[in-house]
């Protein structure tokens, strides 16, 4: 393994790090984002992500630890304490940071791998956590996409890596208009279930075992009215406390879960 070494702060490539790590328009304009700690690492490696180089602080990260990163032709640089504090974006840290290529996540691009997909859609979720919350939420239902509508926020935002666990690498994920979304679904024969209030029914009175994507939008707003009226049928979730929302990644999962229940956890 060649292994260069920085130790400036200075140097070209930290001050690149740090735009991406800072600057949504620098990680649309390059198409590189950043990767912090070795298990992300290894779901992206693993979510078939291109590793353009990794970083690691020795004292946190050994030489040894690098060997189980499979890295044989990622460019590999040791730097000193000084550029690994600027760069880091985690305050619980683990000394290794990697450069990756995003991917284009276009919903022309979803490759479901059976023809009965269930889908899960939120539609501007706004809050980096919402949305890392919504991705593991995914991962564990297995779900065979996760599909952002007008988003808010690119999915390599270092939050949404970072309160997803990873689950950003480990799930299918596109984004698109609401309306590109809808064509989409309706040209797939895929059933569209909007949790929205207006002219719905309770969720568990619904038929999840056939193509289905499950829409749910933001706490403030909802979902847009063209949700209402694309759904076979509008659902929502009994309450029955003094409120009449609950927390957007909550919900997802209650609804997903019903749907993998049906299905036999399939």
């Known amino acids: 393994m060649n292994i260069k070494q920085i130790n400036s702060t200075q140097n070209a490539l930290v001050k690149q790090i740090v735009l991406l790590k800072e600057k949504s328009r620098e990680r649309k304009k390059t198409g590189l984002f950043l990767i912090e700690g070795a298990r992300e690492i290894e779901l992206a490696t693993k979510g078939n992500y291109t590793l353009k180089t990794v970083l690691f602080y020795a004292e946190l990260f050994t030489i040894e630890n690098l060997k189980t990163l499979n890295l044989d032709t990622t460019e590999v640089?040791?730097?000193?304490?000084?550029?690994y504090q600027k760069i880091a974006y985690r305050e619980t840290t683990e000394g290794i940071i990697a450069i990756a290529e995003s991917k284009q996540n276009t919903i022309e691009a979803l490759n479901f791998k059976n023809d009965n997909p269930?889908?899960?859609?939120?539609e501007a979720p706004e809050k980096p956590g919402n949305i890392g919350a919504i991705l593991r939420t995914a991962d564990a239902a297995n779900?065979?996409?996760?599909?952002?509508?007008?988003?808010?926020?690119d999915l390599y935002n270092p939050n949404i890596i970072r309160s997803s666990v990873g689950c950003v690498f480990t799930n299918q994920i596109a984004t698109g208009s609401t309306l590109d979304i809808i064509a989409f679904l309706k040209a797939k024969n895929i059933n569209i279930y909007s949790a929205i209030l207006q002219e719905s029914q309770e969720y568990h009175k619904q038929d999840y075992t056939q193509p289905t994507a499950i829409v749910v939008g933001t706490e403030a707003t909802g979902l847009s009215d063209a949700w209402r009226k694309a759904a076979k049928q509008n659902i929502s979730i009994p309450m029955q406390g003094a409120i009449d929302s609950m927390n957007v990644s909550v919900a997802a999962g209650i609804?997903?879960?019903e749907a993998k229940r049906q299905r036999d956890f399939k």
């Not at 640089?77 to 550029?83: D, G, P």
């Not at 269930?118 to 939120?122: E, R, W």
């Not at 779900?143 to 926020?153: F, L, R």
């Open 77 to 83: 640089i040791e730097i000193s304490k000084e550029v």
């Open 255 to 257: 609804l997903v879960f």
């Open 143 to 153: 779900v065979d996409a996760v599909i952002i509508a007008n988003p808010k926020t």
């Open 118 to 122: 269930l889908i899960l859609i939120a």
